[in-house]
């Protein structure tokens, strides 16, 4: 049994004004390529399909054309993430074709979807996010509340498919997936992941999967293993593409998952790379030379660490980096004006302006511009007098 797991595509997001949408196509073609090439039997996508909860209408057209694509060779099982609405992804799934399987409903995450081959079932799981403030009401057992917390709500729905895989148990033992969307202790974050914390908690423990074979996790977007308990196996897909500056050195990629003879053993398929991302920084005269020549075709970040902004920076920046999505100045800082000074009231004001811009800038204020700040202190100290 062969499985492809991917996850966070947020289709219809953009990266610093930048639309990403052709580029988020680009992986859903290589991802039905490798569907075809390396003989699927199911694709797992284990949530955040959309950026948001309505998502643009190019978005869903693709979803959609995706989805029947992959139908065409194998068996496709889809949850939703905290950006999704569950019930916008979820519409219509009564009408989906047999191979195309959305699990959005936590009333439904103890039904799996059934893959047989050679070697008896392998049964898949799909929990979608569990917002604990909802959740805890839908996964009580009784007329007590779980806790608010993803830990119990994440342990709640395990134990509802512990107790279907227990039902199950025959001659053959079988294997079992559980797609779910969570941020798992021991998982590594970035900055473009939406915060999930609840009562000051986002983490949930990989203990509480104990009993799956392999976990296909979503939510956290850099390609990682988690550590499991008791041979459950715990994998990050990751985000197909780079949707932040903290991304750029992600080797961005999809799992590919073998359920044979006991064993699971997983390997990474690179994904496509549409532009990378890069850091430049220095002197403008020192970006506009040999320091830049490496990163003109990169999404850039650009940093100038000239002493004083250079005139027309933007525009010169831009014509050396045409695809650069983030220009500013910041001076280089020197120990003295890193420092950090206690401030009082017997403090000149004018001379705590100075040492700030100075800390700010990288340099004090020259005369006229010393000249421009007396006379608005003077202003406002008039002012507060005649007040």
């Known amino acids: ?8 595509w947020h289709l219809g997001r953009s990266l610093h004004g930048v639309d990403l949408l052709d580029h988020q196509a680009a992986y859903l073609d ?27 209408v190019e978005a869903v057209t693709l979803l959609s054309d995706t989805l029947a694509r992959l139908a065409e060779h194998t068996t496709v099982v889809v949850t939703s993430g905290n950006h999704d609405s569950a019930t916008r992804l979820g519409f219509g799934s009564a009408l989906m074709r047999d191979r195309v399987r959305l699990r959005t409903r936590v009333a439904g995450l103890a039904e799996p979807v059934v893959l047989p081959d050679d070697e008896g079932d392998v049964l898949v799981y799909g929990i979608p996010y569990l917002d604990p403030d909802f959740a805890r009401v839908e996964l009580a057992d009784g007329p007590e509340l779980l ?15 512990r107790d279907d895989l227990a039902g199950r148990q025959g001659s053959v033992r079988p294997r079992s997936v559980v797609a779910a969307h969570a941020f798992v202790i021991g998982g590594a974050p970035t900055d473009s992941e939406r915060d999930i914390r609840v009562g000051g908690v986002d983490q949930v423990p990989a203990g509480v999967f104990t009993g799956a074979d392999y976990v296909a996790l979503g939510h956290l977007h850099g390609p990682q293993q988690v550590s499991g308990v008791d041979g459950t196996v715990l994998r990050y897909s990751g985000s197909p593409l780079a949707y932040s500056f903290s991304e750029q050195h992600h080797a961005k990629s999809t799992v590919l998952v ?24 220095g002197t403008l005269e020192e970006l506009l030379g040999a320091a830049g020549d490496a990163h003109t075709d990169a999404w850039a970040r650009v940093t100038v660490t000239d002493a004083h902004r250079p005139e027309d920076l933007y525009r010169r920046v831009k014509q050396r980096f045409p695809h650069a999505l983030v220009v500013h100045h910041r001076a280089a800082v020197s120990a003295e004006s890193s420092r950090t000074k206690i401030v009082t009231s017997a403090h000149d004001p004018l001379d705590v302006t100075a040492d700030f811009l100075a800390h700010v800038t990288g340099h004090r204020p020259t005369p006229a511009e010393a000249e421009v700040l007396r006379r608005a202190y003077e202003d406002v100290a008039a002012m507060e007098r005649s007040a």
Do not use: N
């Open 147 to 161: 806790a608010r917390s993803h830990q119990a709500v994440a342990a709640a729905a395990m134990r509802r498919i």
């Open 258 to 281: 073998d359920l044979s003879g006991g064993q699971v053993r997983t390997s990474l398929v690179a994904a496509p790379v549409p532009r990378r991302l890069a850091d430049v920084t």
């Open 1 to 8: 049994m062969r499985l492809l797991h991917t996850s966070d």
């Open 30 to 56: 290589h991802l039905v390529d490798v569907v075809r090439a390396e003989d699927v039997d199911a694709v797992v996508v284990a949530g955040d399909v959309y950026d948001r909860a309505i998502p643009p």
